[in-house]
């Protein structure tokens, strides 16, 4: 499964709605659309077989999203962050943790000097020093350039994607930090001077009608996009070819990468919540919660009163809270006690379900049926550790009962007792 953002900055109900979508919108197209094909001569064109010349065309289009992914990475920091510190709109250590170390990525993708291949015809080929870090790090574009003969085919791409791909290891502590960056850069849109200049960026034309955040997510919308290239360019390769077996290693060695991108962003958010909760009284604190390391999900529902909660479904533990605000920064006050999921019991309540009472039909406004609504509780509760919940529709529904049934199951039958008496709540 390709790696995925789960966080954007918003309050999704649960965090795999997320997964699959892009917090930013798709870039303009700001290249020309000639075809790899359009730009050879009749004799090369009439040698190769339509499968050849669809195989070339994905390599090209794999190779101009990387160039496209570095001008993106320098203008970021070209025409955003530099400006904004020269001009003490934030302070570096704001910046540094907004942006990360954009630098040192850029080398993975272009390398010192990257020389313009023939194959690759109409883009800007530039010069950038790489750190001592990542100086034996050989890059993508020149070694498509070297791999590109005379004619600008490629014969093989294969082996240097087996040896690059493992590279991308390095996006770990970017993709990590995004959540805690999404939150600082939103906290300072507060500031006018901050919100004046970004709006004046976005009306530029350089930004091509894209937000700030649009490009420090690029990077995280072009690792997703590395297995679709490189199985299109499997689809279109003979099975005869070398490259097939080179890239089905490829292919794999990129779905790793991309697992333990997504393992350590999920424990790099999971601690980012765990740190704004807050606790009324010390009986609510839970070992298990400090030492969960997967959310598996999250996001905002109405109790039986109407009120809204913002719940969260830690591997081993379910924690309700009340989102406040501490100094202009959000935080969650833990309500009531947190549910163990060993010890947790499931629910799923029918739409204007009678065994509710009538007392609840009126608690989510003037609808005569409730819906979409779900109770949790402790196997062996007391009155108050008994909680109906309502999503905002059948999907998160959906989602948050899936969620509670897979991190539960194994604790407790598979279907809960209809007949248990409800608890006050």
């Known amino acids: 499964q390709s790696f995925s953002l789960r966080g954007d900055g918003r309050s999704p109900g649960c965090s795999q ?38 195989r070339q065309e994905a390599i090209y289009e794999m190779s101009r999203g990387e160039q496209d992914l570095i001008e993106d990475l320098k203008l970021a920091r070209k025409a955003y962050h530099d400006p904004m510190l020269k001009l003490a709109i934030m302070s570096e250590e704001e910046l540094t943790h907004i942006f990360g170390d954009l630098d040192s990525y850029i080398p993975l993708h272009e390398g010192e000097s990257s020389p313009l291949p023939s194959a690759f015809p109409g883009t800007c080929w530039g010069v950038v020093a790489i750190p001592a870090a990542c100086a034996s790090i050989p890059d993508l574009l020149a070694s ?14 294969g082996p240097i994607l087996v040896k690059w ?13 995004q959540l805690a960056a999404k939150a600082l850069l939103d906290q ?12 004046r960026c976005l009306e530029s034309p350089f930004s091509r009608k894209l937000d700030l955040w649009s490009f420090l997510d690029i990077p995280r919308s072009r690792l997703v996009k590395y297995p679709l290239l490189l199985k299109e360019i499997l689809r279109h390769t003979p099975k005869e070819h070398p490259d097939v077996r080179v890239l089905e290693e490829a292919i794999s060695i990129i779905q790793g990468v991309l697992s333990d991108i997504n393992l350590k962003k999920g424990e790099s958010e999971c601690q980012y919540y765990i740190d704004k909760l807050e606790y009324l009284d010390e009986k609510q604190k839970d070992p298990r919660i400090e030492g969960s390391k997967a959310l598996l999900c999250h996001g905002e529902l109405k109790s039986k009163n109407g009120h809204k909660l913002y719940v969260f479904l830690f591997q081993d533990i379910l924690v309700l809270t009340r989102p406040v605000t501490r100094n202009e920064r959000q935080a969650f ?18 739409d204007g379900d ?29 009155p108050g550790q008994s909680h109906t919940l309502q999503a905002n529709d059948v999907f998160h529904k959906q989602q948050w009962v899936s969620s509670i049934r897979a991190a539960a199951g194994p604790f407790q039958s ?6 248990a008496p409800e608890l006050s709540e």
């Open 333 to 350: 006050q833990v309500y009531r006690q947190p549910i163990p999921v060993r010890e947790l019991l499931l629910e799923d309540l029918q």
């Open 165 to 177: 791909l493992p590279r991308l290891h390095a996006y770990k502590g970017y993709c990590s930090n």
């Open 354 to 382: 009678v065994k509710m009472g009538g007392s609840f039909r009126g608690a989510f406004g003037n609808s005569d049926k409730a819906k979409n609504i779900f109770r949790v509780r402790f196997r062996e509760a007391l």
């Open 17 to 54: 709605i997320s997964r699959g979508r892009s917090a930013a919108p798709a870039a303009p197209k700001r290249r020309s659309s000639v075809l790899w094909s359009e730009t050879l001569d009749v004799t090369t064109k009439e040698s190769l077989s339509s499968k050849e010349i669809k």
């Open 414 to 419: 598979p279907e809960s007792d209809p007949d």
């Open 144 to 157: 498509l350039g070297e791999a590109t003969k005379p004619d600008g085919t490629v014969e093989q791409i």
């Open 188 to 199: 300072k849109k507060q500031d006018r001077r901050v919100q004046d200049f970004l709006q």
